[in-house]
Every structure is written in structure tokens, then in C-alpha cells.
Nanobody
Framework: VQLQASGGGSVQPGGSLRLSCAAA????????IGWFRQAPGKEREGVSC????????YYADSVKGRFTITGDNAKNTVYLKMNSLKPEDTADYYC?????????????????????????WGHGTLVTVSS
């Protein structure tokens, strides 16, 4: 069981990237998948989440209106489209699977996405936003 993030790169402020989270060993549409990021010297923070149990999504305030999370069940892949990128978006980005298959991502709006609630972490993909 593994998730692999890809699609990172270097872009100028205002640019766009699309990250992919591919699953191996399980079907994504039976789980909630979250995107996290970790900048140097900072804690890992939840960015976005999508749950197939109820179709809900979650976005952190810092990315709301700029990032969009979608899923392609046929490709067993979840995407994070990132527009209007800012230097503060620079980080390693990871995807992970919530430990509760019935988790509703909308519940994160009353708290946060907690990395400890997620598993099946893969390697991250680096996003660098710089002029």
C-alpha cells in the first residue's frame, strides 16, 4: 500500500502546477486522501482533502480559491491543481490516506487536517516558487 506524489517543480510567482497522487495496492475511491506540505524548519500542515464517502473537500485558508483537489478513479489518482502560486507555497508536498475510510473531509473545517490521522505516506514532491 503506497501513495506517490509527483508533479512538483520550480515556477515563478503567479504560476501554476498540477500535483498527482497515485495509489498502488488499494483503490483511492474508498478512502479520504489529503495533501500536506512541509517547508524547511516548519511543521507539516494540511492543505487539502477529498473524501469519496460523501464527496466533500477541504482547503486550508491559505490556499482556498487558488488550489483545487480532484480525483480520477479510472487512473486511481488524486490531483492538486495549484494556481496563483506564491513564494510561501514553497514546500515539499505529500499525499496520504486517512486511517478512517469513512472520514469526511468537511469535518476538517471545524479543526484541521492532522497528519497523525493519515497513513500510507509516500515520498514528497518539491514545489519551489521564486522569481
Amino acid at each position: 500500500v503506497q501513495l506517490q506524489a509527483s508533479g512538483g517543480g520550480s515556477v515563478q510567482p503567479g504560476g501554476s502546477l498540477r500535483l498527482s497522487c497515485a495509489a498502488a495496492g488499494f483503490t483511492l475511491d474508498n478512502h479520504a486522501i489529503g495533501w500536506f506540505r512541509q517547508a524547511p524548519g516548519k511543521e507539516r500542515e494540511g492543505v487539502s482533502c477529498t473524501s469519496n464517502s460523501d464527496g466533500s473537500t477541504y482547503y486550508a485558508d491559505s490556499v482556498k480559491g487558488r488550489f483545487t483537489i480532484t480525483g480520477d478513479n479510472a487512473k486511481n489518482t488524486v490531483y492538486l491543481k495549484m494556481n496563483s502560486l506564491k513564494p510561501e507555497d514553497t514546500a515539499d508536498y505529500y499525499c496520504a490516506r486517512h486511517k478512517d475510510p469513512w472520514y469526511s473531509c468537511s469535518s476538517a473545517y471545524t479543526g484541521s487536517l492532522y497528519p497523525a490521522d493519515f497513513g500510507s505516506w509516500g515520498h514528497g514532491t518539491l514545489v519551489t516558487v521564486s522569481s
